[in-house]
């Protein structure tokens, strides 16, 4: 961590857009440095709006480091605590907080949050953020899953998961370890939600898909099985989903039908679902091609919900002792989450914004306003325990898909035990 006794004087332009200003000391001496780590795509997506606050800032230089996304969260359990760690992490997904909280990483930043600051974003966006009642960090963009639909093959929304057939749904699935994220719209189907929430609406440490509710979506999965789902680790799924499989007649005209009419994924397939990849070269358009539509209610009419992730900057805690850049640095933090600054990355990166101004005027993108539009979310769970929940939780579900589980509703009690227990220990 670099660390100066010098602060930000005035707050300048960031400050001018975000509204509250911070009250900073003037420095003393030559411009002080803000480390900031993120992972290459963050780095791309962010360096030229960093670059202007910088710019802005004569008092303080922003380097940007760019490090693995998948390896980043151990080095800095070791590099912050050596002092050598980033002022921020950038891109940072909300559910690494409680595990890095947890290891003493981060730096809450709740005093310089104004009162209304969760009034700039997206439900759950901030709320996200927090862990044990302190926040982390703030918001940069949203990600969430939806229920894309072949417009030739479907014409219209699917409006109930008992609408839709057998070899009609696809979702990639782990042979192994299932995909809890991807499943979770139908568990909540049925109200077992993966852990219960207080009265603010945060998540507690107490698994909520126990008791018969979860035993009802257990013996529902089994019933449904890979006749429905699809097989696991479907490498053709995009080709499923972009081309019919079979040519037929029908009152003596040409039919095509076939392959997936519904594909449960996220923006993150956009491309390839509008270029075409691998061996599907011809991809399809939003609109006449494919549509983006909320889940369908359950099999009693229950609303699905979805995870909210979100990617955004965590204030990084200093060497013990040291005097750190935390004011500067949540300054830099607010800035990128501001509406201007959001609104730049939707246009040049296809980000969808966290901030709820910046989306607003991101819906004419009809992509970012399909999701949006679908999107019932919550908060992915920033546990600490997630890392060890999400292997417990879809073992359990994919055995349960794939016939394994005689009796779905007992394997499912002893997962939810067994998640329990990782839980508790994770939390002493």
């Known amino acids: 961590m670099k660390t100066t006794t010098r602060k930000v004087v005035g707050m300048f ?21 803000l480390v900031i780590w993120a992972d290459k795509g963050t780095l ?62 981060l730096t809450p930043i709740d005093q310089y949050l104004p009162a209304n600051f969760k009034d700039d974003f997206v439900p759950g ?35 109930s998961v008992n609408d839709i057939k057998d070899g009609e749904l696809g979702i990639n699935y782990d042979a192994t370890n299932s995909d809890p994220y991807h499943m979770y719209p139908f568990q909540t189907m049925f109200d077992a939600p993966v852990f219960t929430s207080d009265s603010n609406g945060d998540w507690t440490n107490k698994v909520g898909m126990g008791s018969t509710k979860g035993a009802n979506f257990a013996k529902w999965l089994k019933l449904k099985g890979t006749k429905f789902f699809g097989p696991p680790s479907n490498a053709k799924i995009l080709c499923d989903f972009l081309n019919p499989t079979k040519k037929t007649t029908v009152k003596g005209k040409p039919v095509v039908t076939g392959g997936i009419k519904y594909w449960v994924t996220g923006a993150w397939n956009i491309n390839a679902i509008e270029a075409g990849a691998g061996g599907c070269k011809t991809g399809l358009k939003v609109g006449t091609g494919y549509a983006i ?43 990128m989450s501001s509406e ?61 898909i794939q016939g394994k589980e005689a009796k779905p509703d007992v394997a499912w009690a002893n997962m939810v035990k067994a998640l329990q227990k990782a839980i508790d220990t994770t939390s002493k």
């Open 293 to 335: 539509d909320p889940f369908p209610t359950g099999p009693t009419g229950l609303k699905a919900k979805q995870f909210l992730g979100i990617r955004g900057y965590v204030m990084m805690a200093s060497k013990p002792g040291n005097v750190t850049n935390v004011p500067a640095a949540v300054d830099l933090m607010r800035w």
């Open 125 to 159: 966006a901030l709320q996200a953020m927090k862990y044990n009642g302190k926040y982390y960090g703030t918001p940069g963009w949203t990600e969430n899953i939806a229920m894309l639909r072949n417009v030739k093959k479907a014409p219209k929304a699917v409006k």
């Open 340 to 400: 201007s600054v959001q609104f730049n990355l939707y246009d040049n990166y296809n980000k969808t914004p966290a901030n709820k101004a910046a989306l607003n005027r991101a819906k004419d993108n009809p992509v970012i306003a399909g999701f949006a539009n679908a999107a019932n979310t919550v908060p992915m769970p920033n546990s600490p325990a997630m890392a060890a929940a999400w292997t417990i939780w879809g073992k359990a579900q994919t055995r349960i």
């Open 13 to 33: 332009t960031a400050l001018t857009v975000l509204g509250a200003g911070l009250s900073i000391a003037t420095p003393v001496s030559a411009a002080s440095e």
């Open 44 to 105: 791309d997506t962010i360096k030229a709006r960093v670059g202007a606050w910088d710019t802005a800032n004569a008092e303080y230089t922003a380097k940007l480091v760019e490090k693995d996304f998948g390896t980043v969260r151990e080095i800095l359990k070791t590099a912050v605590p050596g002092g050598t760690g980033p002022d921020i992490l950038a891109g940072a997904a909300h559910d690494w907080i409680g595990n890095l909280a947890a290891a003493n990483v």
